[in-house]
């Protein structure tokens, strides 16, 4: 199994700076990854796949880097409703497909 | 627009079964493979389950295998989670969740609502 490990669990930022959310792979998975956000009470939302592809919809200010076992999700300008906790997963061996334990993005 | 609606969900003892339902909408159902994934309360995402198209290619996390069974109806824009002796930590949200692909499983591009499983007695 693929072990998924996201840092920092907590990221304090202020509205209108820049994010950098991280995701390791205990192997490599290519650039298999995707990135979620959820905010409370509501489904996750696909943000990124490809490790780099922004999905239908989603603002420009989101951006995924990295392949193999190094992942970033950065936020360029956050807004107020960017404030959720994201989860990244791979998908490049299966099963069990695996999440990361999540970043909660909060307002500092 | 892409719709997934879960039902089944609920209060069950431990050991006991329940069936989860999920009925599709929006898209051309037999043209992607489906996932279930659940979420603890207060807790991150856990993949359960995922199933291609044509049923071909299923897989499950190994806390659920021998016990849930993935199954879909093409017929009737259905998905369907068979649960058994379950368990305490069963209890969580349940979602449903829509693949990019067909034949394998990619990532999930679209996500019902979910619905509450609670193992209690």
């Known amino acids: 199994e693929i072990v998924m490990t996201q840092s920092p669990a907590t990221l304090s930022v202020s509205p209108g700076e820049r994010a950098t959310l991280s995701c390791r792979a205990s192997q490599s998975v290519s650039s298999n990854l995707a990135w979620y956000q959820q905010k409370p009470g509501q489904a996750p939302r696909l943000l990124i796949y490809?490790?780099?592809t922004r999905a239908t919809g989603v603002p420009a200010r989101f951006s995924g880097s990295g392949s193999g076992t190094e992942f970033t999700l950065t936020i360029s300008s956050l807004q107020s409703e960017d404030f959720a906790v994201y989860y990244c997963q791979q998908y490049n061996n299966w099963p069990p497909i695996t999440f990361g334990q999540g970043t909660r993005l909060e307002i500092k | 627009e892409v719709q997934l609606v879960e039902s089944g969900g609920g209060l069950v003892q431990p050991g006991r079964s329940l069936r989860l339902s999920c009925t599709a909408s929006g898209f051309t159902f037999d043209d992607y493979a489906m996932h279930w994934v659940r979420q603890a309360p207060g807790k991150g995402l856990e993949w359960v389950s995922g199933?291609?198209?044509?049923?071909?290619?299923?897989g499950y996390v190994d806390s659920v295998k021998g016990r849930f069974t993935i199954s879909r109806d093409n017929a009737k824009n259905s998905l369907y989670l068979q649960m058994n002796n379950l368990r305490a930590e069963d209890t969580a949200f349940y979602y449903c969740a829509k693949d990019r692909a067909t034949v394998t499983l990619y990532y999930a591009d679209n996500w019902g609502q979910g619905t509450l499983v609670i193992v209690s007695s």
């Open positions: 199933i291609s198209w044509n049923s071909g290619n299923i």
């Open positions: 490809g490790a780099s």
